[in-house]
């Protein structure tokens, strides 16, 4: 995989440069693309390529549910075929003023939800990259660009990484924009980055924000909590071996582990993420439900309409018991640096109908925390199976440093 | 001015039909808007008006910060010149689902800020109608259409409801699904409503949502915080006497009245307004910054020059302010059900270069507290002095029916 970090220290170094750095990625998508379909769009040359800013020489993927003034952007339904925004979204363009160079749009399930995408996972084609943000997760896998931005409103951003073998981080909410994005839950919609590694992720998001994210070396190794939730049956057995690996191996260096049971709080957090999607999407969604619903997918369709009938008084206990679980999220660290968990339910499902599932997810999505799913662990076939570290709300620089030192100690 | 609720009873009562109070508006606006200039655009007439749903018959002005699929959005720039959205935005789409009618898009100042636009007062064309939502208020005020959307990030649905002598209700933060308008400060934006009275523009809200917001009457007197701020010298003499009269007449009415001090958190929530607000705002325009900033306003751009001068840090600060300014909100209605305070800082200027401060705003949009604008006093002139009823965030309906208590009470 082409590595931000190593781009960014060639540049400056004068072995590589910007425009070398971005042609090669073009050069990548013509080879490699075809059988991936990770890209919507590859963004047009217009000439020269920046080579000022922080992130020069960056090609950066952008899921194809933010707007782009240069290229259309279709949300990955056939309503928006050929549609051109006038403007970039937000995170769109901070990321051109930071020097990075937008490559092209990544492909999305329609409007992020679950209906499977035309991309293959780059580690075997017959399984599914994961969605929402497959493109995202399959172009840096395939090693074609070294960052990728995609969303997060179930689990759209660490179940692609963890099929795809790559660093995903969903920040906390709030803390990038999501602006200009088509919306689907505003209370749960989370922008998010794909690298090769947790120290790339890190360093991508720090330089396009201006904030201290880096993932540097901790001092000390993290006390991390072996997080043992009320879904963990619906994990296969080669994820639970997967997650029980990691903590052995985080334990022989030197960290902390000590058992977190789920609290009551976030166990029904995750029952009342659905009820929070589907009511914030019936709204979001309201005019293509009215005027196109023939357009979209049976699924969603489905969603939108049950979405519909949810009472404005069943979404506010929904958010009530949210709130509820973002104060015991908190408290789950008051021990701990990081949570560790499953970051999906087991490998990429061979079957490209589908997406799989948000299930170990989405309670953090809408307690709105930091999440990094460490690459590195594989099961007999060399399929990925990615855990997930979890921190405290607004303290994503430590969770991308304990996601960076596990997956050091992962790959050794 | 036209009533939402005697519309609606007399459409009930067989004594009016939807169509013909759309006809109606469509009339009227033929007549005056000529003069008050609150329309950007009027909806081409399609055919027959649908006659379904609780709001039918209510002609609806649309302030055009939010997209629409069947009308141009301009954003109130230059730089939006007939540009045509796919789809309506979330709260539009509710409003023709609702089944009334969105007659037209209302008059915006530019991307929702400061600059001026060319809608007067109808209570004198000397006289702003204060901004940004200037349509939104004078087309209501002018008796063209019973309702209107517009959106606050400062003071914007308060104060122009103030100078135009209307109801202007700004509920809590996110009640009202702020999509697909164009963003400026996502911490602040929100979406708010027009009437003729507090019952009206309630009784509009409350048939929008689904949610139980209508104004009746309240079986007690309300107990009323007189709020006492740090910017009350720089209220005007009448406004100050406005609200010591409806201070008075509520009194003798039999609410009681205490005086309430802002409390520190409270002053200092005001001073960060700006920094979250330009901070936020150059991420959300950081595409028009970038490539069209010859196409701003001179004040826009300096503000949007300035936000992006905004570190991280900085803006981190002003939000934790934020936060503490939210918490000593809800302490302020420990022992009273509102807060009574100045709309703005007197009546609308008499200059039409200006859309008034949000001095007397901002600090309950940063708060997130429903706040609802009451007409009735006025200056020796008979401009419209408003009144601001503020309420508990997320007790909307009794700031509703403090509102209107207060109201019936000053008109008679």
Not at 25 to 45: C, K, T
Not at 74 to 92: E, F, I, K, M, N
Request: charged share 20%; proline share 6%; net charge negative.
């Amino acid at each position: 995989m082409l590595s931000v970090s190593k781009i960014l220290e060639d540049i400056a170094a004068g072995r590589d440069s910007a425009e070398a750095a971005i042609t090669r990625s073009r050069a990548l998508i013509d080879e490699r693309d075809g059988e991936i379909q990770a890209f919507e769009a590859v963004s047009p040359v217009y000439g020269p390529i920046a080579s000022e800013g922080p992130l020069a020489g960056i090609a950066v993927g952008v899921k194809d549910i933010f707007d782009s003034y240069d290229m259309p952007t279709t949300y990955g339904s056939p309503l928006y075929h050929g549609y051109q925004p006038r403007a970039d979204a937000p995170v769109v363009a901070m990321t051109r003023a930071r020097g990075a160079y937008v490559i092209g749009k990544t492909v999305t399930t329609e409007f992020a939800f679950m209906k499977a995408s035309r991309t293959a996972n780059p580690h075997d084609p017959a399984h599914t990259p994961g969605g929402s943000s497959s493109g995202s997760a399959a172009a840096v896998a395939a090693g074609m660009i070294p960052a990728a931005i995609g969303t997060q409103t179930g689990g759209s951003v660490v179940r692609p990484a963890s099929f795809c073998g790559v660093s995903g981080f969903k920040p906390s909410f709030r803390l990038f924009p999501s602006g200009g994005m088509k919306t689907f839950a505003w209370t749960l919609d989370t922008t998010g980055f794909f690298a090769a590694s947790a120290r790339d992720v890190a360093l991508f998001a720090a330089l396009l924000c201006g904030r201290d994210l880096t993932a540097d070396d901790l001092d000390d190794a993290p006390r991390i909590g072996l997080y043992r939730s009320a879904v963990d049956d619906q994990a296969s057995p080669d994820m639970l071996a997967a997650v029980a690996q990691a903590a052995d191996i985080a334990r022989a260096s030197g960290a902390s582990i000590v058992e977190i049971a789920e609290p009551e709080e976030i166990r029904r957090g995750r029952e009342v993420h659905a009820v929070i999607q589907g009511y914030e999407a019936a709204i979001s969604m309201a005019h293509e439900l009215a005027y196109h619903a023939d357009a979209l997918s049976p699924t969603l369709r489905e969603t939108l309409e049950e979405g519909r009938a949810i009472l404005p008084q069943a979404y506010d206990e929904a958010r009530r018991r949210a709130r509820h679980a973002r104060k015991a999220a908190t408290r789950l660290f008051d021990e701990v640096d990081v949570l560790l968990a499953p970051s999906a339910t087991g490998v990429a499902p061979r079957d490209r109908d589908t997406t799989g599932t948000a299930l170990f997810n989405k309670v953090w999505t809408l307690t709105g925390v930091p999440c990094v799913n460490v690459p590195g662990l594989t099961d007999s076939a060399g399929m990925p199976l990615g855990v997930q570290v979890i921190g405290r709300f607004g303290r994503d620089k430590q969770a991308l440093q304990a996601a960076n030192w596990l997956e050091t100690r992962l790959a050794t």
